[in-house]
């Protein structure tokens, strides 16, 4: 089994990746690793000045296309400026949602052709793509409900019709089904605790021991 250093969280809206990865940073940390926690969109400061363009606004601000664009550069800012100077210290990144997300928001869901997303995905991300993703899963009316009471002003997505967010779930159990070496499906609908668990439990057998992390000698 591969060895997890670069971990991606996924899924629909509301389905408290956010928090997830806080809880895995926390014991993470516990045990001595070395971790970066980091987001997208955003995650470095040209990255989350793009978020605020995204994620603000009317839902048809920007068209899937438009999307793709701003989010493969934010992306692209993100890998050069954090993730791969974070890999190259030797420490596990967990990121919240990643390029999973562009193939199942804007492709799935938006109705943009898979074939450009992944031959835009293969420019940015180079060598670097997550080791392991955990995909959390739940009906798409249970996290809207869950987003809706949180509240905030980036709700642009969240405020898309709930056949959008059908196709959007629908698209992330199809790339988990597709790439079952990377992916692990998590079912978001239990306790907070028992999310947390499952996590863990898919997490763990793939971790090195804490301080036999490589350090590469350059960024990949
Ligand atoms: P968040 O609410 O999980 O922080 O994500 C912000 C919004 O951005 C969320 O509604 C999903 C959307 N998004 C995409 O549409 N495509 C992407 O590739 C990413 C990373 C996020």
């Not at 969280?9 to 926690?37: D, I, P, W």
């Not at 698209?171 to 070496?181: D, M, R, S, T, Y």
Request: glycine share 10%; hydrophobic share 45%; aromatic share 6%.
């Amino acid at each position: 089994m591969a060895r997890a250093r670069f971990i991606t969280f996924e899924g629909g809206e509301g389905v408290g990746k956010s928090t997830q990865v806080r809880r895995v940073a926390q014991r993470l940390r516990a045990l001595g690793y070395g971790v970066t926690t980091t987001r997208e969109p955003g995650g470095s400061p040209g990255a989350e000045a793009l978020r605020a363009l995204l994620v603000t606004g009317d839902t048809e601000r920007w068209s899937p296309l438009a999307e793709t664009l701003i989010l493969n550069a934010a992306r692209e800012d993100h890998l050069a400026r954090t993730i791969r100077p974070a890999l190259a210290r030797g420490e596990i990144v967990l990121c919240d949602r990643f390029a999973d997300s562009t193939r199942a928001y804007q492709g799935a869901a938006g109705g943009l052709a898979a074939e450009f997303i992944l031959r835009l995905e293969d420019q940015v991300l180079g060598e670097t793509r997550p080791d392991l993703t955990l995909v959390l899963d739940a009906p798409p009316q249970l996290g809207l409900g869950r987003a809706g009471a949180r509240g905030g002003a980036e709700a642009r997505f969240e405020a898309k019709a709930l056949a959008f967010h059908e196709r959007l779930r629908e698209g992330f159990l199809k790339i988990a089904a597709a790439e079952p070496k990377r992916c692990v499906v998590i079912s978001a609908s239990l306790s907070e605790d028992a999310v947390f668990e499952a996590i863990w439990a898919a997490l763990a057998p793939r971790l090195e021991a804490a301080g036999d992390a490589p350090i590469a000698s350059e960024p990949h």
